[in-house]
């Protein structure tokens, strides 16, 4: 089965700039679909952006046009560009992956990494 870990997060200020990364083992990126989903203190795990195996992305509106995510099937990676960050992005990032769905909801996907934290300050 898939593992997947999280790198990149950190302490930025508003209008910086991160990517986040998804390496994942145990199973071969092609055939997965993958999304980076992101949890503030005291909410609800929502998802922020999905590709699925075909490349087809899919962003929560709060974040289009500032996030984008990409994969690397060869390198068995995930990435999340996010520019123009504000602090309603702080939270901890997850990347989720399945091999056959790619639902906005969380409890749709079968394969979690740990989390990467992004803060972003004012």
């Known amino acids: 089965q898939a593992q997947l870990v999280e790198s990149g997060g950190g302490s930025v200020q508003a209008g910086a700039s991160l990517r986040l990364t998804c390496s994942v083992s145990?199973?071969?990126?092609?055939?997965?679909?993958m999304g980076w989903f992101r949890q503030a203190s005291g909410k609800e795990r929502e998802a922020v952006a999905r590709?699925?195996?075909?490349?087809?992305?899919y962003y929560d509106y709060s974040v289009k046009g500032r996030l984008t995510i990409s994969r690397d099937n060869a390198e068995n990676k995930l990435y999340l560009q996010m520019n123009s960050l504000k602090p309603e992005d702080t939270a901890m990032y997850y990347c989720?992956?399945?091999?056959?769905?790619?639902?906005?909801?969380?409890?749709?996907?079968?394969?979690w990494g740990q989390g990467t934290q992004v803060t972003v300050s004012s």
């Open positions: 989720a992956a399945d091999r056959t769905v790619y639902s906005p909801r969380s409890d749709a996907w079968d394969f």
């Open positions: 145990g199973d071969t990126l092609k055939g997965l679909h």
């Open positions: 590709i699925s195996r075909g490349g087809i992305a």
